[in-house]
């Protein structure tokens, strides 16, 4: 399967926890996507396990976040979940974060 997805400078922007789940905004550049839209900005629950709430990409020729599943197709809008779930859940420098 092709990758339409290369993440890099992944960050946590913000953290929210209670008793039950922890919801956090992460953020990354995809660099398949021309400059003027390379930010995504992805919001992760976890209950038992990581799930994806949303995704957006922010188009600087627009000045606003856009929501990635109206722009791509079903197929690409579950490859680019998955991979962020992937690269989330590998990293343990993500969970030593939370962990603070």
């Known amino acids: 399967m092709s990758t339409y997805i290369e993440m890099k400078n992944i960050f ?13 905004e992460v ?15 992805a919001t992760l629950e976890k209950e038992s396990d990581w799930t994806i709430r949303s995704i957006a990409v ?3 020729r627009k000045d606003r976040f856009l929501t990635v599943g109206s722009l791509y197709a079903p197929i690409l809008y ?9 690269a989330f859940e590998q990293n343990a420098e993500f969970e030593q974060q939370l962990a603070q």
């Open 12 to 24: 946590i922007t913000k953290v929210q926890k209670d008793e039950q789940r922890t919801i956090l």
């Open 27 to 41: 953020c990354f550049e995809n660099m398949h996507e021309p400059k003027y839209c390379r930010l995504f900005k």
């Open 58 to 60: 922010y188009d600087s």
């Open 78 to 86: 579950e490859e680019i979940k998955n991979k962020i779930l992937q």
